[in-house]
């Protein structure tokens, strides 16, 4: 960095802040950064090396792998690699949806009044339950690592993201639970939707939502490891949160953290997929 000019030094940090912020595609930018580094000479500098080098070689990379090939000096190469794993850009999507929920805490009473039907007394249909346990760590944990025993390669290692994106996500919706301590919805005997602070009662573990947190750090595993099932695997995570709801468990406002947590727990694992084998039990 000290052989640029002003200029060009102020453009690669530009370039670096806007990978940071998500501005873009990431590879894109890392790939224009990486050269301007690499032609720090003049351009007809550049030019004129370029027609006395050899031409360069051919280098095999793993499939889907995001490379830019640099002159340097003498006929070696330089050269930028990420896998896709490696190349995970974190979103902001954890910050907004954080916000979101913070932002709905005064209204969550109204929200609840509002969704509890006349005589209802809390419990809920065949239907909500079942999309319910979708969230379940006791149903999760065991499906993911039956799949680590007995699927392929990718099977195995997509199971074992989804399962330290899990322990990820428990760590910090449990922590948080019992620190807050929240009266859930449903609760009698108690002010509901109330913080009453460190508490290790069920009753008071409203906030985040654990299975909306669990079903969104999976969900966000499968769908960055398999594109073609996001949709599939964003829906069924949002109809376990609006269970958790429609079921009187949680408030808007935990589901909506829980979703925060879970994706932003499941970033952390995909930023660093490479140094996580896949499990085989």
């Known amino acids: 960095m000290q052989g640029l000019s002003l200029p060009v030094r102020t453009l690669v ?53 995001t490379y830019a090939l640099l002159p340097a000096e003498g006929p070696s190469i330089r050269m930028i690699s990420s896998s896709p794993a490696q190349g995970h850009d974190r979103s902001r999507v954890p910050g ?49 690592v039956s799949v680590c025993a007995l699927g392929g390669h990718q ?58 947190a669990n079903a969104f750090a999976v969900a966000r595993v499968v769908a960055a490891r398999h594109p073609e099932e996001k949709w599939l695997c964003y829906g069924l995570a949002t109809f376990v949160a609006a269970c958790r709801v429609r079921k009187h468990a949680h408030y808007l406002s935990d589901v909506f953290v829980g979703a925060a947590v879970g994706i932003y727990s499941a970033d952390a694992v995909l930023g660093h997929a490479s140094g996580f084998p896949a499990l085989r039990f």
Do not use: W, Y
Not at 41 to 59: N, Q
Not at 175 to 201: E, I, Q
């Open 155 to 212: 099977q195995r290692r997509t199971a074992t993201l989804s399962l330290a994106a899990l322990l990820n996500a428990g760590v910090i919706t449990q922590t948080t639970k019992s620190l807050v301590g929240r009266v859930r919805p449903d609760t009698r005997g108690l002010d509901p939707g109330r913080f009453t602070g460190p508490s290790m009662d069920n009753n008071r573990a409203s906030f985040p939502s654990g299975h909306a």
């Open 96 to 144: 907004v949806l954080a916000t979101l929920g913070l932002l709905l805490i005064p209204a969550d009473q109204r929200i609840a009044e509002r969704l509890r039907q006349p005589g209802e007394g809390g419990e809920a249909d065949s239907l909500t339950e079942a999309i319910n346990r979708l969230g379940d760590a006791d149903l999760l944990i065991p499906v993911l």
């Open 13 to 65: 940090v530009c370039l670096a802040v806007a990978c940071v912020l998500g501005a873009g595609s990431g590879a894109a930018a890392g790939q224009a950064a990486a050269l301007i580094l690499g032609f720090a000479p003049s351009p007809a500098a550049v030019l004129g090396s370029a027609r006395e080098s050899p031409a360069p070689r051919v280098l095999a990379l793993p499939p889907g792998a």
